[in-house]
């Protein structure tokens, strides 16, 4: 494919992203299970195909995907709820490719031990995005959206250790259960220790990086600094990623300017989209390359290997809730899966089996299988099947579930605590005025000077007053809500009505004395970014 062909086809995604996510917002459909649709329908097309080269999604695609999720997620509610999210992400991980790999090797003809747990270690790790992108829209509780965010931030990186261990054994290095487990426990702790020492990197640059350019620079290199790191330490790279997002996520708040975090985002926000969006395209792609290597194996050997991979996929990962929920209080508070005592309800079981979608990473990692790998392409088929029908299969039908089940955030609760930080905050900031406005420091200080400081302090007296009197008043209409459902507030909504109308005004009149000649372009673009932080602090959704 030459440069030019390739340049074609990246503007052809492009627009085929954009597509489908326009589609996805109109139908509520996830866009993750609908572009493997499309990439399949466009790999039986005549034309050029892209093939999937595992190295490049494990070094390019991965690590960016993982520190972006990190970043988005919560240390602290990743670690109250430490228990059930190692018990998906470690040990259900292992019985899944255990269970796959003794299938393969009792009921399908040929296949090796080896081979089978490699299958398994592929197709186990789910990949949240798809169940993530619809939980959010559903209105999914922040418990369950924690646990899903926690298993796929650190699933991936069991499954690679147990693959790395498979694929050594199938092409004779011989395995050793007591060596596998050494290794498996040296490459997570190492591999956490790695990615704690590139956050802490990153917290020493942060005095080099206040501008916001530097600080996109140094945030896009450090996870690809981590997994390198990792992988040259011969230690879970994809480990080393998630630790570093999470420690620099969690500190993000303290360091840094306001600027720096706002274009971090959206820089971030446009690499999910677009990374996301290609990967799924190529998932379906690989459809047409994988069943051509299949023309060896009878339909009885195929039928019976996907039989295998997809229902050990989808018949372990609740039979494994259920056994932990239903575990003796005493039991399942040192191993259960839940914070203290506290138990999923079966909604919540229910929901959290379906959510288990796989993606790329099943993919990418048995790609890595060597070419003389017994039954590779049986293999590849198998983890296709189980990622096309968890992504499209659970994915489509997640929202309906979700909604039948009745599991929604308490918003009224959420909102209610959103605003009580409000206040709180504001209480705080009159309390610094309170301080500033020291007469005994007035005292040594000139008379001018302690005017001017008076009277900006007047001022933001007042806009606080303002500000602490709208939350107070949104909250005593929240505190006073009958039902779980939003309230609406007129004199709320109106007032926001009458900013953003106020906000268009002053664009066009700026527009205005730019097309007049009158404000150079320059000065155009630094008034219309006031505007712009402005209107974002706005909330989306005049309820919130």
Request: glycine share 8%.
């Amino acid at each position: 494919m030459n440069a030019e062909t390739l340049l074609l086809f990246v503007l052809a995604a492009v627009a085929v992203v954009v597509v489908v996510r326009w589609f996805a917002g109109r139908t509520g459909l996830p866009a993750a299970a609908l572009l493997p649709v499309v990439g399949i329908t466009y790999a039986l097309l005549p034309g050029p195909n892209v093939v999937l080269e595992p190295e490049i999604v494990l070094t390019f695609v991965l690590p960016p995907l993982l520190y972006s999720a990190a970043l988005d997620s919560s240390l602290l509610a990743i670690r109250r709820n430490v228990r059930i999210v190692v018990s998906l992400s470690v040990i259900l991980v292992l019985i899944t490719a255990l269970v796959i790999g003794y299938g393969f090797h009792h009921l399908v003809a040929g296949a090796t031990l080896a081979a089978g747990i490699a299958v398994g270690a592929a197709a186990a790790p789910p990949d949240p995005v798809a169940a993530l992108a619809v939980g959010r829209k559903v209105g999914l509780p922040q418990r369950l959206v924690t646990i899903i965010q926690g298993e796929g931030l650190l699933n991936d990186a069991t499954a690679l250790t147990i693959l790395s261990f498979a694929s050594a054994a199938v092409v004779g290095g011989g395995f050793s259960a007591t060596a596998a487990v050494w290794k498996f426990v040296v490459a997570a702790v190492g591999g956490a220790a790695t990615g704690a020492a590139v956050a802490y990197v990153v917290r020493l640059l942060r005095p080099l990086t206040r501008d916001p350019m530097s600080a996109n620079a140094v945030s896009l290199a450090t996870p690809f600094a981590a997994y390198l790191l990792g992988e040259h330490l011969h230690v879970s790279g994809v480990l080393a990623v998630v630790v570093a997002g999470l420690v620099v996520g969690h500190h993000a708040p303290r360091a840094g300017s306001g600027a720096s975090r706002l274009q971090t985002s959206a820089v971030w926000r446009l690499v999910d989209f677009l990374l996301e969006g290609f990967v799924f395209l190529l998932i379906g792609q690989q459809l047409p390359e994988v069943i051509r290597g299949l023309r060896e194996y009878e339909t009885s050997t195929i039928v019976v290997a996907v039989a295998v991979s997809v229902g050990a996929v989808l018949l372990i990962r609740p039979l494994w809730l259920l056994l932990t929920q239903s575990l003796p209080r005493s039991l399942h508070s040192r191993l259960g899966t839940g914070q203290h005592s506290d138990k999923l309800t079966g909604r919540e079981v229910t929901a959290l089996s379906w959510a288990g979608t796989r993606g790329v990473i099943s993919l990418a990692a048995v790609f890595t299988l060597p070419r003389i790998t017994p039954d590779r392409d049986l293999l590849l088929f198998c983890t296709l099947v189980v990622v096309l029908v968890t992504l499209v299969g659970q994915g489509l039908t997640f929202a309906p579930l979700v909604r039948r089940l009745g599991l929604r955030a308490d918003a009224v609760d959420e909102a209610r605590l959103r605003n009580e930080a409000r206040s709180a905050s504001v209480r705080a900031a009159l309390e610094r005025l309170d301080d500033l406005q020291d007469p005994g420091d007035a005292a040594h200080r000139d008379p001018e000077e302690v005017a001017a400081e008076a009277e900006a302090i007047q001022v933001m007296r007042g806009l606080l007053g303002q500000r602490l009197a709208r939350y107070q008043g949104r909250l005593d209409l929240l505190q006073n809500a009958e039902s779980p459902e939003m309230p609406v507030s007129p004199r709320y909504e109106a007032a926001l009505r009458i900013r953003r109308a106020a906000m268009d005004a002053q664009r066009e009149e700026l527009l205005r004395w730019r097309d007049a000649g009158t404000l150079p372009d320059e000065g155009l673009r630094v008034l219309e970014r006031e505007l712009d932080h402005e209107e974002r602090l706005l909330p989306d959704r005049p309820s919130a």
